[in-house]
Nanobody, 124 residues
Framework: QVQLVESGGGLVQAGGSLRLSCAAS????????VGWFRQAPGKEREFVAA????????YYSDSVKGRFTISRDTAKNTVYLQMNSLKPEDTAVYYC?????????????????WGQGTQVTVSS
């Protein structure tokens, strides 16, 4: 069983940066694939970024490519999402997710473990 806890959200002006963290419990977490998703008010949850356990596969949505970077520190059991050049349309609750198969994917259904979410608000 894996538990995920996100942190690092907040209010930032357009053009600014934030780094989200996702702390995981569980001894085998280093072998899990991890992903970040977001959900804006009135919209469905959408894919943002994902990384396989081996880091051989990394995916980004077109809307964040070149601005966001997903990374992980296996020693700390923590996954990060560095967000630069933030835009008002990035405003959403951001969720960390993980699956034990180790294969990164873009679909919500591919992830069995989810955090509680952290709010990111970008002002114009």
């Amino acid at each position: 069983q894996v538990q995920l806890v996100e942190s690092g959200g907040g209010l930032v002006q357009a053009g600014g940066s934030l780094r989200l963290s996702c702390a995981a419990s569980g001894r085998a977490f280093s072998s899990y694939a991890v992903g970040w998703f977001r959900q804006a008010p009135g919209k469905e949850r959408e894919f943002v970024a994902a990384k396989s356990w081996s880091a051989a596969k990394i995916y980004y949505s077109d809307s964040v490519k070149g601005r966001f970077t997903i990374s992980r520190d296996t020693a700390k059991n923590t996954v990060y999402l560095q967000m630069n050049s933030l835009k008002p349309e990035d405003t959403a609750v951001y969720y960390c997710a993980a699956n034990r198969w180790g294969v990164a994917g873009k679909a919500l259904s591919e992830y069995a473990y989810w955090g509680q979410g952290t709010q990111v608000t970008v002002s114009s």
